[in-house]
């Protein structure tokens, strides 16, 4: 057999699924390659396009699932943030002669979300993957940090960043990143709005109340600064365990930098630790 045979058997395989969901409403799972402009519907708009080695379908936005933001620019780039994830959708489409099909995720939600809802509980474990990452711009040029949307197989819940761990988080990003997946518990369903919350630090062990014996007022001890703000400076002592001082007197201290602080109070009931640092090990 020639090798352009065999690359040609070897793509081939691929067409009975695409023609299956078309024929059977079938969902498919693959991964976003790209964002292009295509025609559809009299007009030019952005679509999701999904791939497997050579075989390409195209998902536009009114079948993607994703809500058009304000402007053109922001939503490419709300599709853009799914290049690189794997995508459910059923195909409504094909055009063979030009080896295209067309996709619908939103059609595939549907069906996923009628068989989702049900298992969506209180305290339940699902499995969730990152879509995007939630931030609010301040007026200073910075940004708060908010948390991510999630996605659980189907419907997207809400993790909070506070949620994110059990010690100070400052930036989402140091934690977890777009297209990461782990499994997260179930912490609020309002049904009438269609809203979930979930939560990644219910998963993670928790160093409280046992931080309390560990830490104890006038004991020095080192760790690394792990956020800066207005009020003070957060220093990370253990996975979860973040003490808080004022700013130091003497110069000012970066995230990154490790330091040595003394120990001042600790509240095991407020899961708290504060102290004031005394001298900078090593600048990040």
Sequence with gaps: ??????????????????????QNRTILTWPVIGVEVHSHNNGKIPCM??????????????????????????TRARLQSYIGQNVSFIVIGIDRENDLFMGSRAEALKVL?????????ENAVKTATVRRI?????????????????????IEAFLPIYELSHGWVDDVLNLIQVGDVFDVKIIKVD???????????DMIPDPWPDAARRYTKGGSYKGKVS????????????????ALCPHPKAGRVKKGDEVVMLVGKVSPEKRQIRGVIIRVLRRA
């Design 1 to 22: 057999m020639q090798i352009e045979e065999v690359k040609k058997e070897f793509v081939e395989n691929y067409w009975p699924e695409v023609y299956a969901s078309r």
């Design 49 to 74: 396009v999904v791939g497997k080695d050579r075989i390409k379908g195209i998902i536009p936005l009114p079948e993607s699932g994703v809500e058009p933001a304000a402007s053109a620019a922001l």
């Design 113 to 121: 979300q009628a068989e989702l809802w049900p298992e969506l509980k």
């Design 134 to 154: 939630i931030r609010r711009p301040r007026n200073d040029g910075s940004v708060t940090e908010l948390g991510a949307v999630v996605d659980l197989g189907g």
């Design 191 to 201: 049904r009438e709005a269609k809203r979930v919350t979930v939560s990644l630090k």
């Design 227 to 242: 956020g800066v703000v207005d009020y003070g400076v957060f220093i990370n002592l253990e996975p979860g365990v973040d």
